[in-house]
């Protein structure tokens, strides 16, 4: 399906919707003076914290629970909370984890203080007011990843089991602040969050989103961007597609080739590009502090061009091809008969799986089609087995399922509506034997799918995929019809491969605002499941996402706030 479906991409500019950043900044002092009557304190800094209630309609304006994921249970009631000039951010210092909790703190005022200008110090200690964030919940239905947020006359507390709920929760409180705190110049408040108590744990373990940086390399800075955009989502998977045909872009000691001439061009010929061991884990160490995972993929045994052109050994005849810089897939493949093939795949899994603390190697297995069925059997069995002895989980593109899916494996579902009876039964009949699904179907959640016909950037073979379409399905029962339980979803995940896309601003034209609609499916419970609703709450994050300078999509099935 891929060879007919990956059509040669346009790259030409896409004509985007200019957007119109509101840069609201006065002059300094202007703008203090504004704050301290707006806060109503009386002075900056030094004031006793006092609250002035905000007016009536900026609450209305933003309901406790106008967030995206929709939180699982909103109880809205009583005052309203306003950050102040003498707001405190207090960590719950009682637990060996605190450093966690501090850590998550500072993370929160530098989201606020910019805009704010306020001081907002983090500060240690069970006082009250102000906002306070609790570590070492005994409350067991909070799981790993829950919060509860309550907000009060007094001050808003956070209060989660593990750091990620916390995290989540500094996600929440942010979106219950107007759009303009997300600016990184100084804004007038009121800074009001609703009164009420959020308690809130995501309906799937697995929500994750996947980057190709081989079609197009994109930089650690790049890659950094993209995570910080993905938790404001509560998304807590980053898939890395690192190798393709077009470029490897991780270092690998044993075969420095792969990096040093396999990552040295891009698709339409650029110079592409690779990360260092350390960048890469600075890519990890940054997503962690965002509560990411990192996954990495080495897409095998086909989709390896670009080894192959590194490494002569590689090839069944031994000649290396040239590097590849078009968009064909299904041309490649690893030589299955030789032992060099699993030398190879031993050092790369073995140095991978040293730079990825997370629990999860992905070693890709689609669109084989230069592989035999019988080499691709015998080849995923030994590949496999090399993922598990470094102890890692296997996760493979559905296709493993052909093959043999060893104990604990992960299949990514990314068939579509048009894919055929026999491959999702086979799919079925793999989970019933254990294997769980991350889905990806390709019609629904592939940033890369145009919105419709007059998208410039991406593709079509899966169809268009308009921001409803993308949203308005569901993970439980999506392939329910082939026999899959819902406890065999695992979780959902949006893929952005990027053969048409080279700039952010590209990346976010495709994966804004589709991306959140995915983040809530894999967060939010089914009841909260309704797109007439939906549409309003994702209409609120425009000026949210303008704010933070995301070059969005402004689909027009979306009521977007005027100006
Ligand atoms: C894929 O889109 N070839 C996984």
Same mark, same amino acid.
């Given at each position: 399906? &891929?060879?007919?479906?990956r059509?040669?991409?346009?790259v030409?500019?896409?004509r985007?919707?200019?957007?119109v950043?509101?840069?609201?900044?006065?002059?300094?002092?202007?703008?203090s003076?504004l704050?301290?009557?707006?806060?109503g304190?009386?002075?900056?800094g030094?004031a006793p914290?006092r609250?002035?209630?905000a007016?009536?309609?900026?609450?209305?304006?933003?309901?406790?629970?106008?967030?995206?994921?929709?939180?699982a249970?909103?109880?809205?009631?009583?005052?309203?909370?306003?950050?102040?000039?003498?707001?405190?951010?207090?960590?719950?210092a009682?637990?060996a $984890?605190?450093?966690?909790?501090?850590?998550?703190?500072?993370?929160?005022?530098?989201?606020?203080?910019?805009?704010t &200008?306020?001081?907002?110090?983090?500060?240690?200690?069970?006082?009250?007011?102000?906002?306070?964030?609790?570590?070492?919940?005994?409350d067991?239905?909070?799981?790993?990843?829950?919060?509860?947020?309550?907000?009060?006359?007094?001050?808003?507390t956070?209060?989660a089991?593990?750091p990620?709920?916390?995290?989540? %929760?500094?996600?929440?409180?942010?979106?219950?602040?107007?759009?303009?705190?997300?600016?990184?110049?100084?804004?007038?408040?009121?800074?009001?969050?609703?009164? %009420?108590?959020?308690? $809130?744990?995501?309906?799937?373990?697995?929500?994750?989103?996947m980057?190709?940086?081989?079609?197009?390399?994109?930089?650690?800075?790049?890659?950094?961007?993209?995570?910080d955009?993905?938790a404001?989502?509560?998304?807590n998977?980053?898939?890395?597609?690192?190798?393709?045909?077009?470029?490897?872009?991780?270092?690998?000691d044993?075969?420095p080739?792969?990096?040093?001439?396999? %990552?040295?061009?891009?698709?339409?010929?650029?110079p592409?590009?690779?990360y260092?061991?350390?960048?890469?884990?600075?890519?990890?160490?940054?997503?962690?502090?965002?509560?990411l995972?990192?996954?990495?993929?080495?897409d095998?045994?086909?989709?390896?061009?670009?080894?192959?052109?590194?490494?002569?050994?590689?090839?069944?005849? &031994?000649?290396a091809?040239p590097?590849?810089t078009?968009?064909?897939?299904?041309f490649?493949?690893l030589?299955?008969?030789?032992?060099?093939?699993?030398?190879?795949?031993?050092?790369?899994?073995?140095?991978l799986a040293a730079l990825?603390p997370?629990?999860?190697l992905?070693?890709?297995g689609?669109?084989?089609?230069?592989?035999?069925?019988e080499?691709?059997?015998?080849f995923m069995?030994?590949a496999?087995?090399?993922?598990?002895?470094?102890?890692?989980?296997?996760? &493979?593109?559905h296709?493993?399922?052909?093959?043999?899916?060893v104990?604990?494996?992960?299949?990514?579902?990314?068939?579509?509506?048009?894919?055929?009876?026999?491959?999702?039964?086979?799919v079925?009949a793999?989970?019933?034997?254990?294997?769980?699904?991350?889905?990806?179907p390709?019609?629904?959640?592939?940033?890369?799918?145009k919105?419709?016909?007059?998208?410039?950037?991406?593709?079509?073979?899966a169809?268009?995929?308009?921001?409803?379409?993308?949203?308005?399905?569901?993970?439980?029962t999506?392939?329910a $019809?082939?026999?899959?339980?819902e406890?065999?979803?695992l979780g959902v995940?949006?893929?952005?491969?990027?053969?048409?896309?080279?700039?952010?601003?590209q990346l976010?034209?495709?994966?804004?605002?589709?991306?959140?609609?995915v983040?809530?499916?894999?967060?939010?419970?089914?009841?909260?499941h309704?797109?007439?609703?939906?549409?309003?709450?994702?209409?609120?994050?425009?000026?949210?996402?303008?704010?933070?300078?995301? $070059?969005?999509?402004?689909?027009?099935?979306v009521p977007?706030?005027?100006?």
């Amino acid at each position: 399906m &891929g060879v007919l479906g990956r059509s040669a991409p346009q790259v030409r500019t896409r004509r985007r919707d200019t957007l119109v950043r509101q840069h609201r900044s006065f002059p300094r002092l202007f703008g203090s003076l504004l704050l301290v009557v707006a806060a109503g304190v009386s002075s900056v800094g030094a004031a006793p914290e006092r609250v002035r209630p905000a007016p009536a309609h900026d609450v209305k304006a933003r309901p406790l629970g106008q967030v995206v994921p929709a939180p699982a249970r909103v109880r809205p009631g009583g005052s309203p909370y306003a950050i102040t000039a003498s707001t405190r951010i207090r960590v719950d210092a009682s637990r060996a $984890d605190s450093r966690e909790a501090r850590r998550i703190g500072s993370y929160l005022a530098g989201l606020l203080r910019p805009s704010t &200008g306020y001081a907002l110090p983090v500060t240690e200690g069970h006082g009250d007011g102000g906002i306070r964030l609790r570590l070492g919940s005994s409350d067991r239905s909070l799981g790993e990843e829950g919060y509860r947020l309550e907000s009060g006359r007094g001050g808003v507390t956070l209060t989660a089991r593990e750091p990620a709920g916390l995290f989540h %929760g500094v996600q929440t409180l942010r979106q219950l602040l107007p759009a303009s705190v997300e600016e990184r110049s100084r804004q007038r408040g009121p800074w009001t969050i609703a009164g %009420g108590t959020i308690t $809130d744990t995501p309906r799937y373990a697995y929500r994750g989103a996947m980057l190709d940086v081989s079609r197009h390399f994109m930089t650690v800075s790049q890659v950094k961007l993209y995570i910080d955009q993905l938790a404001l989502y509560k998304i807590n998977k980053l898939h890395l597609h690192l190798s393709d045909d077009q470029g490897w872009r991780i270092a690998v000691d044993s075969w420095p080739r792969l990096a040093a001439y396999g %990552g040295s061009t891009q698709v339409g010929g650029g110079p592409g590009g690779y990360y260092t061991k350390a960048q890469y884990r600075d890519l990890v160490s940054y997503a962690a502090s965002r509560q990411l995972e990192v996954i990495p993929e080495i897409d095998l045994p086909g989709h390896t061009n670009a080894a192959l052109a590194s490494y002569a050994e590689l090839n069944c005849d &031994g000649v290396a091809p040239p590097l590849y810089t078009g968009t064909s897939v299904g041309f490649s493949s690893l030589c299955a008969g030789k032992e060099v093939t699993y030398d190879f795949v031993d050092d790369v899994v073995r140095e991978l799986a040293a730079l990825t603390p997370g629990k999860y190697l992905h070693i890709g297995g689609d669109e084989a089609h230069s592989t035999s069925h019988e080499d691709y059997v015998a080849f995923m069995d030994r590949a496999q087995a090399i993922v598990r002895k470094y102890g890692k989980t296997v996760v &493979g593109w559905h296709q493993l399922t052909g093959a043999t899916p060893v104990k604990g494996a992960v299949a990514q579902y990314w068939g579509y509506d048009e894919t055929g009876a026999d491959e999702r039964l086979r799919v079925a009949a793999a989970t019933k034997a254990g294997t769980r699904l991350v889905l990806s179907p390709a019609d629904r959640v592939y940033l890369d799918m145009k919105y419709d016909r007059n998208t410039v950037l991406g593709q079509a073979w899966a169809g268009y995929t308009e921001v409803d379409r993308a949203y308005d399905w569901n993970p439980a029962t999506y392939l329910a $019809d082939a026999g899959v339980a819902e406890d065999a979803v695992l979780g959902v995940e949006a893929p952005l491969w990027t053969e048409t896309i080279v700039t952010s601003d590209q990346l976010e034209s495709m994966a804004f605002p589709r991306l959140p609609g995915v983040a809530e499916l894999g967060w939010s419970p089914a009841a909260t499941h309704d797109w007439n609703t939906y549409k309003s709450r994702l209409a609120a994050q425009g000026p949210r996402m303008t704010a933070l300078g995301i $070059d969005y999509y402004r689909s027009p099935l979306v009521p977007w706030p005027a100006g």
